[in-house]
């Protein structure tokens, strides 16, 4: 059985870190590529990082780019999302996906990934 498993979730202030992270059972993701979705109430699931299968390209959205960092070990089957200076609006809860096909540079649309763990929530008090 195919497992994403999120931990690293909390309760931060404002400005403050966390560093999520995603263990992958049941079948080597190490040429897959991978990525972070986050959901907030009431709002649509919206990415907000990849990585591509050799950890050789990533992508972030605009409203974390430089101030989160995605990275992974293909060895470990592990992938982690650092998050700096976090804000309010970074509230969500935040799931990890992993694409079955190969040698991909991974997607910003949750329809290209076919495995997701159950999400970690994530809440930044002001």
């Known amino acids: 059985q195919v497992q994403l498993v999120e931990s690293g979730g909390g309760l931060v202030h404002a400005g403050g870190s966390l560093r999520l992270s995603c263990t992958a059972s049941?079948?080597?993701?190490?040429?897959?590529?991978m990525g972070w979705f986050r959901q907030a109430p009431g709002k649509e699931r919206e990415i907000v990082a990849v990585?591509?299968?050799?950890?050789?390209?990533?992508y972030y959205a605009d409203s974390v780019k430089g101030r989160f960092t995605i990275s992974r070990d293909r060895a470990k089957n592990t992938m982690d999302l650092q998050m700096n200076n976090l804000k309010p609006e970074d509230t969500a809860v935040y799931y990890c996906?992993?694409?079955?096909?190969?040698?991909?540079?991974?997607?910003?649309?949750?329809?290209?990934?076919?495995?997701w763990g159950q999400g970690t929530q994530v809440t930044v008090s002001s």
């Open positions: 996906a992993a694409e079955s096909r190969t040698y991909g540079l991974g997607s910003a649309q949750a329809n290209s990934y076919d495995y």
């Open positions: 990585i591509s299968w050799n950890g050789g390209s990533t």
């Open positions: 049941g079948r080597t993701f190490k040429s897959s590529a």
